[in-house]
């Protein structure tokens, strides 16, 4: 069965979110609020992705340890098991300075470029 990859981002001002459907079809992208009202609210948010999408999520917590990184109480608090049914999710360092591309697919939300590769190398594998 094929699986959806998310890649989850916090820093210092919001958390970002992308979900693709393979290596070049981006569906979702969104800029949240840097930590969730409820403790639960990552791991609901991926179990509804794959509740709509039908499909499994591979997810990607993209953070290094500085203020705002997976260091955060959040991240530690949230993501104790890994995952669940229908979704996995493995850290993996957060990017190095993100370069510019070039890409149009869901516009107005920034450049998730950096975000994109980390899920194309690390959770596509």
């Known amino acids: 069965m094929e699986s959806i990859w998310m890649g989850i981002a916090p820093n210092a001002m919001s958390t970002r979110v992308i979900a693709m459907a393979g290596a070049h079809d981006t569906f979702l992208k969104a800029r949240l ?31 290094d340890g500085t203020h705002g990184g997976s260091a955060s109480t959040l991240f530690q608090e949230t993501f104790t098991d890994g995952g669940a049914p229908l979704y996995t999710l493995d850290w993996i360092p957060g990017p190095a300075r993100a370069r510019r591309a070039a890409r149009r697919d869901i516009t107005g939300m920034g450049n998730f470029a950096d975000l994109r590769r980390l899920l194309i190398e690390e959770v596509a594998r």
Do not use: D, F, Y
Not at 36 to 53: D, G, K, S, Y
């Open 33 to 63: 609020l840097r930590s969730p009202a409820h403790p639960r609210a990552m791991a609901l948010l991926l179990e509804a992705i794959a509740l709509w999408q039908g499909q499994p999520i591979r997810a990607a917590l993209c953070a």
